[in-house]
């Protein structure tokens, strides 16, 4: 077995410290890089994007061809639907108004920018504000 012995002076790190010139050009691309990463982060922060993940749920698919659905629908003032399912479950986004909602024996009332997972049982939807009321159903459904 052969040790190799590098001189302290062969080091990357060694010729840039003993160079005034490479180590003043170090410094100053160092702060550069700091001023591009400072400037990218204060950039972000005024587009005011935020993300905030509202529901998350384990899905188990109904087959191995799903179709993917985003549904919007408007309620009349003190609408109430029939008793019934949807062909797939999902999340659904309350855009406007306040719905109740009543699923497998579970009596929820939910309001604008709130989430709630449907699980495609039996269940009954009702206005239950004064004006319309709009839902986004994301769907998923065996595909055709």
């Known amino acids: 077995m052969t040790l190799e012995y590098h001189d302290k002076r062969d080091s990357l790190m060694h010729r840039i410290l003993t160079s005034r010139y490479r180590f003043f050009l170090a410094v100053v691309l160092l702060l550069l890089l700091f001023m591009v990463v400072e400037a990218v982060s204060a950039e972000e922060a005024k587009s005011g994007l935020i993300r905030t993940p509202l529901l998350e749920n384990t899905v188990e698919l109904p087959?191995?061809?799903?179709?993917?659905?985003?549904?919007?629908?408007?309620?009349?003032p003190a609408f109430q639907t029939p008793w019934h399912t949807h062909e797939g479950p999902g999340p659904r986004y309350v855009v406007k108004g306040k719905l109740k909602v009543t699923e497998d024996g579970k009596v929820?009332?939910?309001?604008?920018?709130e989430v709630f997972w449907e699980s495609g049982k039996l269940m009954q939807v009702e206005n239950v504000g004064k004006e319309s009321a709009e839902l986004i159903i994301f769907e998923m459904a065996p595909g055709h």
């Open 63 to 76: 087959s191995k061809s799903v179709t993917a659905k985003v549904i919007r629908v408007t309620f009349p």
């Open 108 to 113: 929820n009332t939910y309001g604008i920018g």
